[in-house]
């Protein structure tokens, strides 16, 4: 039995259906019992808990042979650092309690850098504290999920311009569309455990990708040219507070930083292990343009 918690996200769903696909039993740990149809569609165990309440979670987990963590960020919470190491706290007292034989935990690109970059930082943490914890440990780092772009769409096709936070436009960066990320977990999850008491993986799209290239997969998914342009760095806390907590604001403002400048959020530089997703960016814009 692998359980698989936040099992209703993208991510989480993605890696629930290739197990089953696979005739492996899963048990899908959710927050809302309102989001379970389409795990039982497929054969899911159900166990309703909430991060928070470590012990609930750790009743869910119960005795399975491996577990799929993934970490939430709450976007307009006021704290979101707050927030986030809160529930680092909590997975990690659920999982001790648990004691589950192997742990899969999302984790993030930039997650090795010790100085704080915004984000991974928080991931930097979490992969810490995770390390605390007895029993084989596989970090599966995620690069940026294709599907932040979607926020962007609506300006582009109203104006023609795609505003980015990536500068300069034409650099490439590390992308990959979450059901991917979901498929490689799986894949990690089904394969034999290592001797070494923690691994960590890396995954990406399966090529990179720049603002202009996004712009060049809107224009040709709308029928007609939208160009990127970069924010200028001095309007970033406004544009970015249209949408999210001032915390938040704050947290993606150094990672951009740390994005452009390169190296940083990034592949570690000793990684033995990168997997390739196979969704193509513009396969996985198409379904967040608005229907017609």
């Known amino acids: 039995m692998f359980a698989i918690v936040g099992a209703a996200g993208n991510v989480g769903y993605a890696t629930a259906r290739a197990l089953r696909e696979a005739n492996v039993p899963v048990r899908a740990i959710v927050r809302d019992a309102a989001k379970v149809a389409r795990l039982r569609e497929i054969g899911c165990d159900i166990a309703i808990a909430d991060l928070r309440d470590a012990k609930a979670l750790a009743t869910a987990i119960g005795d399975v042979d491996a577990v799929q963590i993934i970490l939430p960020a709450a976007l307009q919470a006021q704290d979101i650092k707050g927030e ?78 795609l505003p980015s936070f990536h500068d300069p436009l034409d650099k490439v960066f590390p992308t990959i569309a979450a059901p991917d990320l979901g498929l490689i977990a799986a894949g990690l999850l089904m394969r034999p455990a290592s001797e070494r008491n923690l691994e960590i993986v890396h995954a990406e799209g399966p090529r990179r990708y720049s603002a202009q290239d996004v712009a060049a997969a809107l224009s040709e998914l709308v029928g007609r040219t939208i160009t990127a342009q970069a924010v200028p760095r001095s309007q970033w806390k406004e544009a970015f507070e249209r949408g999210v907590s001032a915390s938040t604001a704050d947290l993606l403002i150094r990672t951009n930083d740390a994005q452009n400048k390169g190296g940083l959020v990034d592949v570690e530089s000793d990684a033995s292990e990168v997997c390739y997703g196979t969704t193509a960016l513009i396969d996985a814009l198409r379904p967040l343009l608005p229907r017609q």
Do not use: C
Not at 111 to 123: C, E, Q, S, Y
């Open 84 to 161: 986030m190491h809160r529930a680092i706290e909590s997975l990690a007292g659920a999982l001790e309690q648990a004691t589950p034989g192997r742990l899969l935990a999302i984790s993030d690109y930039g997650a090795h850098v010790a100085d704080d970059i915004g984000m991974p930082t928080v991931f930097h943490a979490f992969e810490e504290r995770l390390g605390r914890i007895n029993g084989h440990k596989l970090i599966l780092r995620s690069a940026e999920h294709m599907h932040n772009w979607g926020r962007a769409i609506p300006v582009a096709m109203a104006s023609g311009i």
